[in-house]
């Protein structure tokens, strides 16, 4: 038995032996290319004085607060001013449409034109129901019974 044990001890070191020099026998893995070297900036370092400024963050407030109200009624098509911005008294702030305004001042001088025209021929219609002439000198009695009806006078 001890023979046998030996052999089993030879055996089992030249199995070793040989695994060893198998594992030895691999090819060897090639190192990974090196890489460059970066470029770097080189700069000089030089003394000289800075100068603090602090630098805060926070919200301010107005200390009295400003209500716009519009003066007219339309559509706004421009805001002329920047938010939290100065504003100087009398500037513009809005832009407002001008159709619509300008529609309602047609409308009106075609109201006061009527009603100028409508003057003049109340005018006309008085002084012929008072008896006089026309400047043509012709009298009209159908017009002076109806600016008696429609514009008494003296009743």
Sequence with gaps: ?????????????????????????????????????????????????????????????????????????????????????DVKMGALLYQIDPVPFQAAAMSAKAMVAQAEARLVQAKQNHALSRGERPRDGQAHPRRNGRAVEKFPVGR
């Design 1 to 85: 038995m001890a023979h046998r044990a030996r052999t089993l001890g030879l055996s089992l070191l030249g199995y070793m032996v040989g695994l060893a020099a198998l594992s030895g026998c691999q090819q060897e893995v090639a190192a990974p290319p090196a890489t460059p070297v970066p470029e770097v900036a080189v700069i000089t370092v030089t003394t000289q004085t800075v100068v603090d400024e602090p630098e805060f963050i926070g919200q301010t407030e107005s200390s009295r607060p400003v209500e716009i109200r519009p003066q007219v009624t339309g559509i706004i098509k421009e805001r002329l001013f920047q938010e939290g911005r």
